[in-house]
């Protein structure tokens, strides 16, 4: 898998040293000098790019025209939108994500603007935040910007609708479905007979209506 990551500050060169390792072929670019001396200290010098990302000819020769991923994780959230709408509407990338940092600018982040998926981080926080003050509230994992779905999660509760019953006796939304069960350290691809104990983890796809009627199910 070819990925290109625009920006080598901690976020991209976390994300390049992982992928490296996972034997993706990874070019970064990056702009500021410091930056770009510094990264050539932690991943090799030949996956790394000095220019702009948001400059076509940088990106094509970082490779774009057979990347499979790009990923914009600057610290500028005009730099990372530009990115990822050169990427999906001059290169067609099949995939682009890009990074959030002011919660203000998270809805320019979406399908029409060529982001796949859009990391909000302070978004992320917070609900980590809220799940612990609630292990029975729902937490979002990951938001997906066309439409209004999620990947959720939901801790049962031992007086939840759902605890004790199989998957085929609950009742769920038209937009939902559970697409795995966690049972302490087991997991689980959930089947009509699978049932739901007390404490189990559910993970679910739907969209904002669905989630509030599986937090019912499951609280």
């Known amino acids: 898998m070819k990925v290109i990551i625009i920006g080598g500050g901690q976020t991209g060169a976390y994300i390049a040293g992982i992928l490296l390792a996972n034997k993706c072929e990874v070019t970064v670019i ?16 030949k996956n790394i790019i000095f220019g702009n990302g948001t400059d076509p000819n940088v990106l094509e020769q970082a490779g774009i025209a057979k990347a499979d991923v790009l990923a914009a994780v600057t610290g500028a959230d005009e730099t990372n939108l ?8 001059e290169f067609d990338v099949p995939r682009v994500i890009a990074r959030v940092n002011n919660p203000k600018n ?41 439409g209004t779905y999620s990947i959720v999660q939901y801790t049962v509760s031992d007086a939840a609708q759902a605890a004790g019953k199989a998957v085929r006796e609950l009742t769920l939304p038209e937009q939902a479905v559970i697409i795995a069960l966690y ?12 049932v739901i104990g007390k404490g189990d983890i559910v993970l679910a796809f739907a969209d904002e209506a669905a989630q509030q009627q599986l937090n019912l199910l499951f609280k």
Do not use: C
Not at 31 to 42: A, C, H, V
Not at 126 to 145: C, D, F, P, R, Y
């Open 30 to 45: 990056e702009n500021r000098e410091n930056i770009y001396q510094k990264l050539k200290r932690d991943i090799p010098e």
């Open 82 to 89: 530009v990115a990822a709408t050169i990427a999906r509407f």
């Open 106 to 146: 998270a809805w320019l982040f979406n399908a029409g603007m060529g982001v796949d998926v859009a990391i909000n981080q302070a978004d992320l926080l917070a609900h980590l935040v809220v799940e612990e003050m609630n292990q029975v509230a729902m937490l979002t994992l990951m938001k997906i910007s066309r």
């Open 183 to 194: 049972e302490g350290e087991k997991t689980l691809i959930p089947h009509g007979d699978t």
